[in-house]
């Protein structure tokens, strides 16, 4: 693992310094996307990242959850340095200190509910039985205690969020990062995902980091960032 | 993990069993021939023994084992002249005939005529009696049997075989001895086999010589001797069967393996197709926390699966064709399937499910996250 590092401000779980991320480097095509972002999450924050379409706020997402290295720059997560990570490791981190809840839910279509709520367990090395007892419980915790042998196909899209939820929070992550996790949601339903995330801020401790372009689903968040063209713009 | 790799496999059934039937059919091509190979080894190497530390005398030109020794015809002054040969011990004649039938593999007619003393040359010295007694000097219309040739006309003591329209009254059976040339044949005395056959001379000769590391130097004096016999020792026939059956291997082998790596392209198809379709559900399995090993793992895992299911029932398949095998030649090619042969199809198909498998798995745990759950 890379050196510890602590973050400026105090409890601050994620530190992003400096941050460039360009597509296509080099090419005609040469796409920057991240133009030398920093930023701090704290522990147990609830915020908003909020730009209009092509702002880089899915790029950023992705680099704060170890799925993309950035090109320069780099993220602290719980004071480790990211970018001297292997990819093997990053994922490691993906699967021990993130949560992660997709627009699209990404579930396993032919798993049941509670199959892909153990899914992220057993991938983490969780034993079988372990893994069955904390997913029946999660399952429980998002409302869903009826439909744990549904597949999502069997299931409205609030409720495979639902289950995107559960699963996120799984391996017990530092963090959560949701992106656009009401935008395939109808306001109602879209309205009762956000406050279970926000219940699971308040009551649980999660920290939630939330991609957004919807102003009403920003109005939660302890604090807003707004991104545009790849720079932060402005914080609340 | 490894349950979930199962899952998998379960998930396309028609296509997991469509894969697993060409990995059947190659397995089972190379176990029912490997086993065909293996009984025409056995039978090779039952006549070896058979032959074993002596001199098999028979009229050059004359048919083999099979067909009795037809046209073979040699004389009591033959039997003399070779008697007198150096470092010659014993000589035994013999006359054989085949009852019915008898071309290819169906030996089950050969009817022996030997002096009953002299039987044990054709038996073997550890072979004993399943029932009955034993042929003796001076005995006239007795029959002693092989167990197999007993056992496929139903005969037990007391019962009669007709041979050439004289009855025969079985006295004694041969006890299970595992060489096909003993266990079909049935045994007469020498003088009831030159009246049936209205013969005065012998089909062959075994010659046995003083010392066994001589039967090679023994064969050539005979040959020396009288160029019209032609004079084989165990030695010439375990090169021939050797280079036989390893020829009789290398085809079938051949046709097998190309039936198998036919089977391990259709793995090959299957997982690829399979991590194709799968893509976003692997960037969603690497987003949550799997490594590439895990990924090619998995991928692997059910290309294995797949293949170790086919090599088991192609094994138990190759293992039905050796039996029907055994049916068809009545017997006379032990096809079996050896533990080796089963393992070697096992292991086979396991080999082809890793090579089917690495690839489509490599693939796999490439798959970019990001791309595979933005753009899938």
Known sequence: MAKSRKCDAKGCTIEVKGVNKYYNKGLQSEVHVLKDVNVCFDKGSFVSIMGPSGSGKTTLLDIIGCLLKPTSGTVYLDGIDTSKLSDNQLATIRGKTIGF????????????????????????????????????????????????????????????????????????????????????????????????????????????????????????ADKVIHIRDGMITGKR | MIDLAFKNVKREKSRTFLTVLGIVIGIGVIVALGSFAEGINVFFQ??????????????????????????????????????????????????????????????????????????????????????????????????????????????????????????????????????????????????????????????????????????????????????????????????????????????????????????????LNTMVMSVLERRKEIGVMKAIGATNYNVLFQILSESLIISLLGGVIGVLVGQIGAFVLVVVTEGAIPATVTPGLAATGILFAMALGAIGGIYPAWQAARVDPVQALRYE
């Open chain 1, 101 to 220: 809840i997709f627009q699209q839910y990404n579930l396993v279509n032919s798993f049941t509910a509670l199959e892909n709520v153990e899914l992220a367990m057993r991938i983490n090395g969780k034993p079988k039985n372990e893994a069955r007892k904390r997913a029946t419980k999660l399952l429980d915790l998002v409302g869903l205690s009826h439909r744990v042998n549904n597949r999502p196909t069997q299931m409205s899209g609030g409720e495979q969020q639902r289950v995107a939820i559960a699963r996120a929070l799984s391996n017990e992550p530092k963090v959560i990062l949701g992106d656009e996790p009401t935008g395939n949601l109808d306001t109602k339903t879209g309205g009762k995902i956000l406050d279970l995330l926000k219940r699971l801020n308040k009551e649980e401790g999660y920290t939630i980091i939330n991609v957004t372009h919807d102003p009403e689903v920003g109005k939660i």
């Open chain 2, 46 to 267: 039952s006549t070896l023994e058979f032959s074993a530390g002596k001199v098999t005398v028979q009229q050059r030109g004359a048919g083999g084992f099979q067909t009795g020794f037809s046209g073979s015809d040699i004389t009591d002054e033959q039997v003399e002249a070779i008697k007198m040969l150096d470092g010659v011990k014993e000589v035994v004649p013999v006359n054989m005939y085949i009852e019915a039938g008898g071309i290819g593999f169906d030996i089950q007619m050969i009817v022996v005529g030997l002096d009953p003393s002299n039987s044990n040359v054709f038996v073997g010295d550890d072979i004993g009696l399943y029932s009955g007694r034993e042929l003796e000097p001076g005995d006239s219309g007795y029959i002693v049997v092989g167990k197999d040739f007993a056992d496929s006309r139903g005969l037990v003591i007391g019962d009669t075989v007709t041979l050439k329209d004289t009855g025969f009254e079985v006295i004694g059976i041969i006890e299970k001895s595992n060489n096909a040339n003993v266990d079909s044949s049935a045994m007469i005395t020498m003088s009831d086999m030159q009246d049936l056959l209205d013969t005065e001379s012998y089909s062959l000769l075994y010659v046995i010589p003083e010392d066994i590391r001589d039967v090679e130097t023994i064969a050539d004096r005979i040959e020396d001797e009288d160029d019209s016999l032609s004079a084989t020792t165990n030695k010439d026939f375990a090169r021939t069967a050797t280079d036989v059956v390893n020829r009789i291997r290398m085809f079938m082998f051949a046709m097998g393996g190309i039936a198998a790596v036919i089977g391990g392209l259709g793995v």
